[in-house]
């Protein structure tokens, strides 16, 4: 090297090497890219192939650089704001745990096929969402997603818990939200109010239903 020559700068950073700035990966985009992260900020997390839709082919370019982050749960990958957006947008809160952002998708889901089956939202509860059905009869809707398929103990605990309601008719029914209601079927037998619902991929982004972020578990 040439003496007092400035000496090169490796693009992949290193010791004695600045690393790329976080926002290299947003060059380009504009704010159009920070509108994005905000409004997936306000959902939690969506899965990968909504976040496909609104990313476009710059997803991984955005993992990458930490804008944004995949997380493996139950429902498979899905997508949050990662830490480098958290930071240069000043985002409120933490970052979510796989489990929570599996959860948070779950039941936006759940509420959209409640929503697709003609039912209305009603009184959320710090265990369970209220959902009412076009007769006006009240159902109460438990999520169980990233905790894995519930037990025949955990089930008869909810149905347990809503005894009175239910012999009451104040409540007409209770719904589980689950990976897979063809092997829950046997708990069925012998409980008539008790519906199983399948978790399912919904791919719209953009549909109006927005979660609290006290998410009943």
Not at 157 to 165: F, L
């Amino acid at each position: 090297m040439t003496p007092g020559a400035a000496r090169p700068r490796r693009p992949g950073g290193g010791k004695g090497f600045p690393s790329p700035h976080p926002g290299a990966a947003a060059a380009g985009h504009g704010p159009d890219l920070h509108l994005k992260i905000l409004a997936l900020h306000d959902l939690g997390a969506e899965r990968e192939t909504q976040a496909t839709v609104r990313f476009g082919p710059s997803l991984e370019e955005l993992i990458a650089a930490g804008w944004l982050t995949r997380l493996h749960g139950a429902l498979g990958p899905v997508i949050a704001p990662g830490r480098a957006a958290r930071r240069q947008l000043k985002l409120p809160g933490h970052p979510l745990s796989t489990a929570t952002a599996t959860d948070r998708v779950a039941w936006r889901e759940a509420l959209l096929m409640a929503v697709s089956k003609g039912f209305s939202l009603g009184p959320s509860y710090r265990t369970h969402q209220r959902v009412i059905d076009a007769q006006g009869q009240q159902h109460a809707l438990y999520l169980r997603i990233s905790s894995g398929l519930p037990t025949g103990a955990a089930i008869a605990g909810i149905c347990e818990a809503h005894r009175t309601d239910l012999r009451a008719r104040y409540l007409h029914g209770i719904i589980l939200y689950t990976l897979n209601e063809r092997l829950l079927r046997k708990i069925q037998h012998g409980r008539p109010y008790l519906t199983i619902w399948e978790a399912v991929d919904l791919p719209d982004p953009h549909h109006p239903v927005r979660l609290s972020t006290a998410t009943p578990r």
